[in-house]
């Protein structure tokens, strides 16, 4: 069992950055795929980004693409989202999230979440 807990996030100025984090205790990240969802009030949860289980592969939905990297240190136990040109429409609960090896944007596929992390970025 994978136990996440993310950190990193706060209130940002539209078109600032900000990086979030993601570390694993109890067990390794190592051979597990790392997503990003987000969630903002009344809409329902949507894939952010997500970084196979090396590193090899990593995607981005439409609306982050360009602007969002997604990355990790399996030594370290840990995977980053680091965002910039953040804009308003970014304000969310953000988590992270873990399944065996191979990318998914479905996040119905992944095994075990993170508690969230609020990220609010203003205009």
């Known amino acids: 069992q994978v136990q996440l807990v993310e950190s990193g996030g706060g209130l940002v100025q539209a078109g600032g950055s900000l990086s979030l984090s993601c570390a694993a205790s109890v067990d390794t990240i190592s051979g597990r795929a790392m997503g990003w969802f987000r969630q903002a009030p009344g809409k329902e949860r949507e894939f952010v980004a997500a970084i196979n289980w090396n590193g090899g592969r990593t995607l981005y939905s439409d609306s982050v693409k360009g602007r969002f990297t997604v990355s990790r240190d399996n030594a370290k136990n840990t995977a980053w989202l680091h965002m910039s040109s953040l804009k308003p429409e970014d304000t969310a609960v953000y988590y992270c999230?873990?399944?065996?090896?191979?990318?998914?944007?479905?996040?119905?596929?992944?095994?075990?979440w993170g508690q969230g992390t609020q990220v609010t970025v203003s205009s």
């Open positions: 999230a873990s399944r065996p090896l191979i990318i998914s944007t479905m996040g119905n596929d992944y095994f075990y």
